[in-house]
């Protein structure tokens, strides 16, 4: 069985600052995929970033990064320059086979940015 | 709009009704997905399809639901019977073989059972 957790249900960041959403999971699967998605109010889930468990280098993506520290069982997503834009729900997830199928999300952590 | 199309949108029903949902994935891609979300939490696996064939169902896919892809393209998820534990936003996503680890999701359909 695999678990996320997210323990930051809600956060708060200045406008074009950086900022850290934590997560961490379980898995006793040897390969697996992390990712990340953002939902806005309007409902849609939408992709960010995604780490393969083999993966060497941290995955990036225009102003997301993934902190990936795979001892830690930790997959936390950076934001930098942080937009109004980007508040919204933020979910971790992880599938064991490393595709979108078969997807355990977080609880998610609400991220407000303050102009 | 050539992302992933969920209709309805909202679906209001009395408790024992059925419904139905519908999800039009993009239209090459050959993967789709369903998911669940209940208020303030993450979204569920219920089920996958690649092409028509129904590959993976998680337990939380009772036998009062039930998914169709016919011919591949867009798929249907009937609830039978429906109870207020059914209440929900219904995710619908799609992905292609060559880059199967971003999904688009829908904008859900989302049930409220009364």
């Known amino acids: 069985a695999q678990k996320i957790t997210q323990t930051q249900p809600g956060m708060f960041v200045q406008e074009k600052e950086a900022v850290t959403l934590d997560c961490t999971y379980d898995?006793?699967?040897?390969?697996?995929?992390l990712f990340w998605y953002k939902q806005p109010s309007s409902g849609e889930m939408i992709f960010l970033i995604y780490?393969?468990?083999?993966?060497?280098q941290n995955a990036t993506e225009g102003r997301y990064s993934l902190n990936f520290q795979k001892a830690r069982k930790s997959a936390n997503l950076v934001i930098s320059a942080s937009q109004l834009g980007d508040s919204a729900m933020y979910f971790c997830?992880?599938?064991?086979?490393?595709?979108?199928?078969?997807?355990?999300f977080g609880s998610g952590t609400q991220l407000t940015v303050l102009p | 709009d050539t992302g992933v199309s969920q209709n309805p949108r909202h679906k209001i029903t009395k408790r024992g009704q059925n419904v139905t949902f519908r999800c039009d994935p993009i239209?090459?891609?050959?993967?789709l997905y369903w998911y669940r979300q209940t208020l303030g939490q993450g979204p569920e696996f219920l089920t996958y399809?690649?092409?028509?064939?129904?590959?993976?169902k998680s337990r939380l896919l009772s036998d009062r639901f039930s998914a169709e892809r016919p011919k591949g393209s867009f798929s249907t998820l009937e609830i039978q019977r429906t109870e207020q534990g059914d209440s929900a936003m219904y995710l619908c996503?799609?992905?292609?073989?060559?880059?199967?680890?971003?999904?688009?999701f829908g904008q859900g359909t989302r049930l409220t059972v009364v």
């Open positions: 996503a799609s992905s292609s073989g060559l880059q199967n680890t971003e999904a688009f």
């Open positions: 898995t006793s699967d040897p390969s697996y995929g």
């Open positions: 780490q393969g468990s083999y993966d060497q």
């Open positions: 997830a992880m599938s064991p086979s490393g595709s979108a199928r078969q997807l355990t």
């Open positions: 239209s090459e891609h050959n993967r």
């Open positions: 399809f690649q092409n028509e064939a129904q590959l993976e």
